[in-house]
């Protein structure tokens, strides 16, 4: 049986998820896959608990990642694998299928080659791209999308049982696993807004500097910017004409029913936006946007 808190907070994404569909017609299909995988990933972070409920806290010396119990995740990964081949759209699902009849080994090797490695993800550019990709070499990197969503909830459940550690700085990557920011989130303080940036890997929030690039370092004023639109008023686009990267902000501040990590998913319009004027976004979601 899930606990109450677990499924709180896996409900709560699954939720709002739903919500948006309705909401951002546009968004539909792409949160419609997102349900599935919450779906899947709630109950897989509840069998992590289960299996894991004796283990004492990881101690905040340890670096996250040096964490894989592989004899826990491994008998689930051909089930993930044809949860995302029924639900996901055509090049993930392919994917997927291929992965799923590679093997056990292969699985091991796709699971140990993200968590050990740099973490990092490249959105294909267009749909040509994407279709070109998926049935060629591009195998691999799928391979690497698919480890990644899978991984998630272990890491979200290593962070969430880890002794507290103090913060040195505003770190522009994880302090916990060492993964880039996903989405910023602004939240009331005083008379302002508060930032903070999400894990991409562990979902671990930390605090960050309102001002200041989490790509480059920038943080000269004037080269620093944000844009949004009326349709979507609670999300913004932070922008750094330095190094043209972009992170998304969900401003709970402007609609507090917002889950960051779903909202920044529903949000395409504004992706469109800042590709279409030369910026690059600095972490892909799982929807490869």
Known sequence: MIDKTIAAKWDRRIRRATELT???????????FYVNVATFQKGFYGRIKESLADSPKISADRPLRDEL???????????FLSVIENVAPAPLGDAAASLLQAGPAVWQEAIENFWHGNLELAAAA???EQSQAAHSHEVVSAGRILAWIFLQPYAEYLADHREVATLDGT??????????????????????AKKSLICMLCAHEWTFRRIYCPACGEEREPQMAFYSGPEIAHVRVDVCDTCHTYLKSIDLTK???AIPVVDELATTPLDLWAREHGYEK????LLGT
């Open 282 to 285: 600095l972490q892909i979601n």
């Open 255 to 257: 609609t507090g029913l």
């Open 22 to 32: 309705s909401c951002y017609p546009f968004a539909a299909e792409g949160l419609r």
């Open 126 to 128: 267009d749909e040509t």
């Open 69 to 79: 119990d592989l004899f826990l995740l491994l008998p689930h990964f051909p089930k």
């Open 171 to 192: 770190p522009s990557s994880c302090p916990l696993c060492g993964g880039k920011p996903v989405v910023a989130v602004l939240r009331s303080e005083g008379d302002g």
